[in-house]
């Protein structure tokens, strides 16, 4: 394996890129990164590969603030000329996103090998554009690293064992960037200083999945849920773009403390100085695990789900009441020691690499 094509466009495959960039460069492959620009802004984006130090893109594609359909096919004649351009042994894509199914989807009509990191994660859920997004470039990849013993069930249910795919529990790579930014963030990262949070309680808070953003009573309900949670704590909550313009366009008021979107080694910071966490997301309920910390998470399901089975995570859905009670159930709890290892042992990275090489 002489050179891969890494296809990344999204805040979360920036932080995983990071971890196997700096693997894969370890191993002597070659890598060129392929920037869809689904994420652009300089704090959803370039604050990235600075302090990851991910090497910068070698294409950007630039497609953004487009429908799923536009988007999609944008990227895929994208990544399609740059792919015939190259001509690489391999294309790597990560997760759930628009990026990842383009860039699967480019490479598999060319005939390029695909490799798929964080394959086999279901949420059951057809609504969800992640769920459709999974599946499709799961069934497309030669190469299948699952995070965890359920990822890899559920490509076993689905009959992936007779088809030519690969399938491999390597661990979660968002576990190796927990450990190896852990301590490089405490040292650059000054949020807690700049907000004045030092030594106080609060609530780490995000939202931008489009089942809550895109339907009005449930972002009411989550932003009322949070509003009455303010009255005891303190809620922080960095604003997806996505979420902001929402809420600004029906005119919902935060009474809680929105912040700008922050860097991966500020969102360390934040996770590890909480008292709980609460979200819509994938990546900050493993993080708030990672860091021994308690995770409501406003969703009806989870690809997590060892996260909720062990006791960490509770989900509670867009439901006002569910979501007040289950966040001051879990403030009287103190942090735990995350022992149990769900997720690998922070070699994913590496394994991947090699077995790539
Ligand atoms: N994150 C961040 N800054 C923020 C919000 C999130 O660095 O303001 C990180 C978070 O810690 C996690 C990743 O971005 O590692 C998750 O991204 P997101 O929630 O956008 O996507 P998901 O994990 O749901 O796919």
Redesign the pocket.
Same mark, same amino acid.
């Given at each position: 394996m002489k050179k891969i094509i890494t296809i990344v466009g999204?805040?979360?495959q920036f932080?995983k890129a990071a971890v196997v960039s700096r693997a894969l460069h370890n191993a002597g492959i070659g890598e060129i990164i392929v920037h869809t620009g689904q994420h652009f802004d300089t704090n959803m984006s370039d604050v990235f590969f600075e302090e990851m130090q991910i090497p910068k893109p070698d294409y950007n594609l630039e497609i953004n603030n487009l429908h799923h359909g536009a988007m999609t096919g944008r990227m895929l004649e994208g990544i399609e000329k740059v792919l015939l351009k190259e001509n690489p042994d391999l294309v790597l894509v990560y997760?759930?996103t628009n990026s990842t199914l383009a860039g699967a989807l480019a490479a598999r009509k060319l005939n390029i090998k695909t490799a798929h990191v964080e394959a086999g994660l279901r949420s059951f859920n057809p609504a969800m554009p992640e769920e459709i997004n999974r599946i499709l470039t799961d069934r497309i990849s030669d190469i299948l690293f699952c995070p965890t013993a359920t990822a890899m069930n559920n490509l076993r249910k689905e009959g992936f064992d007779a088809f030519d795919s690969k399938l491999l529990l390597v661990g979660d790579v &968002?576990y190796d960037a927990a450990l190896f930014y852990e301590k490089l963030s405490e040292g650059k990262s000054t949020i807690i200083k700049d907000l004045n949070i030092s030594g106080q309680k609060y609530i780490l808070c995000?939202i #931008?999945r489009q089942e809550n953003t895109d339907n009005a009573a449930s972002l009411q309900s989550i932003i009322d849920a949070l509003n009455t949670l303010n009255q005891d704590i303190q809620v922080i909550l %960095?604003l #997806?773009p996505r979420t902001r313009n929402i809420l600004q366009t029906r005119g919902i008021k935060t009474g809680f403390h929105a912040i700008d %979107?922050? @860097?991966?080694f500020d &969102?360390i910071q934040l996770i590890r100085h909480s008292h709980l966490v609460m979200t819509d997301? @994938? @990546?900050?309920q493993k993080?708030a695990y990672f860091y021994g910390k308690y995770c409501a998470t406003v969703r009806e399901q989870t690809e997590w789900t060892e996260l909720v089975e062990n006791g960490y995570n509770f989900l509670t859905g867009a439901k006002k009441e569910l979501i007040i009670k289950t966040c001051e159930n879990l403030m009287q709890r103190k942090p735990f020691d995350s022992s149990l290892k769900l997720y690998g042992d922070g070699n994913a990275s590496r394994k991947i690499a090699e077995i790539l090489k």
């Open positions: 999204a805040r979360p932080i997760g759930d &968002m995000t #931008h %960095p #997806h %979107p922050v @860097g991966y &969102m997301s @994938g @990546g900050l993080e």
